[in-house]
C-alpha cells in the first residue's frame, strides 16, 4: 500500500455489479495507487458478492465492507440468514443492512405513516443485528442521513436508548455505528467538539452563530451521544464520506474540491480524527455512465482519471516522505482567527496588527491547518473559540495561548491583543 494510514477507503460503485475476476484485476492496481485499506460494496440480500472478489480484496489489504440498502421492511432475517454467514466465512468483518432509516424514501410508504417509528425499526433491524453477531460479524447499525426527515441526532439517541431497554446491552457491547460523513458547503471544522461545543444547536434548527452535525465532524456528535446514552463510545464506520463536486449550495470548483479531500487525509494522518473511526470511505471511486452518481465518480466510465485521482496519488506520494505528527510539526506559530462575522472583522484585523508584524505567525481560520503548527495563538474568548478546538490543539501536540484582551500604545495607537494565558507543552 501506498501510504502508512490504515483508515482511508472507497465506496467502490453505486450498484450491485462489477464483481467478476476482470473487475478486481482492473481496481486493485488503482486501489492500492489510491492508498486503499477499506471499500464499500453495494449489494443485495438475496445475492452475495461473490467469494473470489472478497477474497482478492483481503489479499491485498483492502478491507470490504458490504452495504444492502434495502427497503424497511420488504425483507426478512431469514433472507438475510442465508448469505450472512458465508461473509463471514470469507473473512468480512462488516455487514450494513438498510440504508438511512431516518428518511422516508426508504421505508415502505405505510410503514413510514404510523407511529413510534424508532421502535418499528428496531423490531425489524435488531434480528438483523443479532443474526450478525451470532454468525461472527460485527453487528453495525445503518448510516443515517445527516438532519434527515426525522433528525439523526434525535433518532439515534432514542434507538440507543430503546436497545439498552430492551436489555441488549450485550449487543451494543460489540456494536458499530455507520454513517455519512459529507462535508457539503462547511469546512472540515464545521460542528467541531459535537453538542459540547455547540449546545444551542436544535433539532432542524441551528442558531445564527452555532454549528450542528452536518458535515465532517459529524462523528463528535454521534460519539456523544453513545456517551450520553450508553456511558460509552462506539466505533464508527463512514461508508462514504468527503466532499463532492456539487455539494448542496457550494458548487465546489475542481481545485478546492481536491484541497477539501486532500485536507481530510491530511486530518486522518495528524491524529485528529478519534480512534473510534475505524475508516473514511471517500465518494464514489466509479459509476457506469447511465448512472446518476456518474458526476461524482473519480474515474470516468472509460477509466480515465479525474484531477482528484493524481492529486491524491501525490499528495499520498509526498506524504509518505514526510515525518508524521509525532515527529515534526510542518508550521511554527499559527493564529487562529474565529469565524468572520463581517464589519467588525475589519476592526480586529487592525487591533492584531502588532502582535501578527512582531511575532510573524501564519494567519487563518481552520483548526485542520492550526494542528500543524507548533505553536497556536487563539484570538478571542470560548464563545468567538470553543474551548473544545483549544483541547484538540493541545492532544495533537500544539502549544496554545489564548488573546482575549486588548490595550492601546500611546507611542503607536495601534491596539493590540495581551495575552491572558499560555500552554507551552
Known sequence: MSTANKRIGYYYYPDAEHYTARDLETWLPALDSLGAHWLTLRATPRRAIP??????????????????????????PEELAAILPSYARWGVRHVVVFDRPNMQGSWQIAGWARSGLVERFLDIALPVLQLERQVGLQPVFPPLEPGGDYWDIAFLEAALGAIARR????????????????????????????????????PYHSPDGSQDQ???????????????????????????????????????????????????????????????????????????????????????????????????????????????????????????????????????????????????????????EARLARRVTLVGDDRAIPKSVEDELRHAGCAVERVVTQRKTKRSGIRFPLRSGADHG
Open 214 to 368: 452536518r458535515g465532517f465532524r459529524i462523528f463528535d456528535w454521534y460519539s456523544a451521544i453513545a456517551e450520553k446514552v450508553l456511558d460509552r463510545r462506539l466505533e464508527m464506520l463512514v461508508v462514504a464520506g468527503g466532499a463532492t463536486p456539487d455539494s448542496e449550495g457550494s458548487k465546489l470548483g475542481p481545485s478546492k474540491y481536491v484541497d477539501v479531500n486532500t485536507s481530510i487525509v491530511r486530518a486522518l494522518e495528524s491524529g485528529e480524527v478519534a480512534s473510534e473511526v475505524m475508516n473514511f470511505n471517500f465518494y464514489l471511486l466509479a459509476a457506469g455512465s447511465t448512472a446518476p452518481e456518474a458526476e461524482l465518480a473519480w474515474f470516468l466510465p472509460s477509466g480515465k482519471p479525474r484531477p482528484i485521482v493524481g492529486a491524491m496519488r501525490e499528495f499520498l506520494r509526498r506524504a509518505a516522505k514526510t515525518p508524521g505528527p509525532a515527529q515534526a510539526k510542518a508550521l511554527d506559530h499559527y493564529m487562529l482567527m474565529p469565524a468572520p462575522q463581517g464589519a467588525s472583522d475589519i476592526i480586529q484585523w487592525a487591533s492584531i496588527a502588532e502582535f501578527a508584524i512582531a511575532e510573524r505567525p501564519v494567519v487563518g481560520f481552520s483548526a485542520v
Open 167 to 202: 436489555g441488549k446491552g450485550s449487543l451494543l457491547e460489540d456494536m458499530a455505528l455507520a454513517l455519512y460523513a459529507w462535508t457539503g458547503d462547511h469546512g472540515l471544522d464545521w460542528g467541531a467538539g459535537g453538542p459540547q461545543a455547540w449546545p444551542e444547536a436544535r
Open 51 to 76: 467469494e473470489a472478489f472478497i477474497r482478492g480484496l483481503k489479499q491485498a489489504g483492502i478491507e470490504p465492507i458490504i452495504h444492502i440498502p434495502c427497503t424497511i421492511g420488504s425483507h426478512s
